[in-house]
């Protein structure tokens, strides 16, 4: 059998949020090689209908395959939500079966069940991640007795993509999201940030959430979760190449992606077009 080539980790977005991920990846594994794609000439994805999310993360998957990578991370709630199941069961034994597509849910939803003590969890995330009832189907797999409550926050994104996050004219969609959420019930203890761009929203969320009520990142979780997959499965670690290097891709503007990527990240990058 031939022996199969070693390569980055892909780790794939609509945009930009997926770096809030990245970031946590890289710091948990700094010697492993990473490609990041962003597909920012078609964000926003969390509007869009199953049958297009699907068609267009299967789209640049197949890219970051191509590209040599044989571990791909869906740092995006609603990929994850609307594509990663089908591109597991239906495209991937017919790509490579020792490819791998992994997503966010799956290791937050593994969790959650330890980080409350009422049962009572609250959900921000995109339109099209709560509408999939994704996270619901997940949590009641593993902790059966947590109820979930879900808002959707289809500006959140938007705000924050323009920089206009930390705005006043922020404050009205923050704070009615928030009041719509803890209006569910008032035993929530702890909130998921179910949209990669969210975390960027802590400091101004902790003004109007009780402090008591924990928010819940991704990144550190989905970073550990991917730590403790390698170590299990040691013939994909050796199929990942570790040199530190970090390469990016966006579908549209390189340079407004290098500049706008700062906010995520905290560090000025040089990303390459990609034109799918």
Not at 183 to 205: G, V
Request: charged share 25%; aromatic share 10%.
């Amino acid at each position: 059998m031939k022996k199969q080539k070693a390569g980055p980790i892909g780790v794939f977005d609509s945009g930009y949020g997926g770096l809030t991920v990245y970031k946590e990846l890289r710091n948990k594994l700094p010697d492993h090689d990473f490609l990041y794609l962003g597909d920012n000439a078609r964000v926003p994805y969390g509007s869009r209908s199953f049958d297009t999310v699907y068609k267009y993360t299967l789209e640049c998957v197949n890219h970051l395959f191509d590209r040599g990578c044989n571990l791909v991370v869906l740092a995006c709630n609603t990929a994850s939500a609307k594509a990663l199941r089908n591109i597991q069961q239906l495209d991937l034994p017919k790509i490579k079966a020792y490819k791998r597509v992994l997503g966010v849910i799956r290791p937050t939803t593994e969790t959650i069940g330890l980080m409350t003590k009422t049962n009572h969890v609250g959900l921000f995330a995109t339109t099209g991640t709560v509408k999939s009832d994704s996270y619901k189907l997940e949590i009641e797999k593993f902790f059966p007795k947590v109820k979930l409550y879900q808002e959707s926050c289809p500006m959140w994104v938007p705000l924050i993509e323009n920089n206009e996050h930390l705005s006043s004219g922020a404050n009205y969609f923050i704070k009615k999201h928030v009041n719509n959420l803890l209006n569910q019930s008032k035993k929530i203890d702890a909130i998921i940030l179910a949209c990669t761009h969210y975390p960027l929203l802590e400091k101004k969320l902790r003004r109007f959430i009780p402090k008591e009520i924990q928010l819940i990142s991704q990144g550190d979780i989905v970073s550990t979760s991917l730590v403790a997959y390698l170590e299990r499965h040691g013939e994909m670690d050796q199929l990942i190449t570790k040199h530190g290097q970090q390469n990016f891709l966006t579908t549209e503007s390189a340079a407004d992606f290098d500049q706008k990527s700062v906010l995520f990240l905290g560090e000025q990058i040089k990303s390459s077009l990609l034109e799918l």
